[in-house]
């Protein structure tokens, strides 16, 4: 199993602002995953992080707005730039292991 | 491409009842599909997960059932408690390593 943390919990934040999220994770893994699950939605995913490459952004998605970085095999940043209240959601990341999938207990952002 | 729905999207039911959430999915090609719950404001935990291969998978009083051709999968909750409120999500996994979740049905579970 996998056990996973991310810093802020929560977090009010500005328009126009930029928040980095921090996850990780209690072992090594080669993809990390971030995900995004707006009021009432289900979960998107937003991209996948690599360590060592680029990350793979989802239809929808960019880098210029959501940067992600992958610095080990253990942690990855998602930041949200220049935010708008559309922004306002719960962050997830994400790793599989074995075939399952574990998810971090999320960051809940809302944007005034 | 492939679409996940589950039904119904809420549900309330007395304390001690069995239940049924349902999942479909468009596209049959999956490898797995797992089962999760969610807290409110919290993150995912798996509760089951069914290979491609299989019928169904038990833990406790959860039993999940899948019919990969005809696209359907079903969480059966027995005995429920008020401590099995909360959002069940289902996802399937087609490869690409990307999971397509569901819309979620929210369960209360009424003492």
């Known amino acids: 199993s996998a056990v996973i943390s991310q810093k802020p919990s929560r977090d009010i934040c500005q328009r126009g602002t930029s928040l980095t999220i921090q996850c990780q994770v209690d072992?090594?893994?080669?993809?990390m995953f971030w995900y995004r699950q707006q009021p009432g939605q289900s979960l998107t995913l937003i991209a996948t992080a690599n360590q060592g490459s680029e990350a793979t952004y989802e239809s929808g998605f960019v880098i210029d707005k959501f940067p992600i970085s992958r610095p080990n095999l253990t942690f990855s940043t998602l930041t949200v730039s220049n935010m708008s209240p559309e922004d306002s959601s719960i962050y997830l990341c994400s790793v599989g292991y074995g075939e399952t999938q574990y998810f971090g207990p999320g960051t809940r952002l809302l944007v005034l | 491409k492939q679409e996940v729905t589950q039904i119904p999207a809420a549900l309330s039911v007395p304390e001690g009842e069995n239940l049924v959430l349902n999942c479909s999915f468009t596209?049959?090609?999956?490898?797995?599909l797992q089962w999760f719950r969610q807290d409110p404001g919290k993150g995912l935990t798996s509760l089951l997960l069914?290979?491609?291969?299989?019928r169904e998978q038990t833990s406790g009083r959860l039993n999940a059932s899948l019919d990969k051709s005809s696209g359907r999968s079903t969480l059966y909750i027995a005995a429920s408690q008020p401590g099995d409120s909360a959002t069940y999500l289902c996802a399937v996994y087609s490869g690409t390593y990307k999971y397509i979740f569901g819309t979620g049905t929210r369960l209360k579970v009424l003492a």
């Open positions: 072992s090594q893994v080669t993809m």
């Open positions: 596209d049959s090609a999956i490898y797995n």
């Open positions: 069914i290979q491609s291969s299989q």
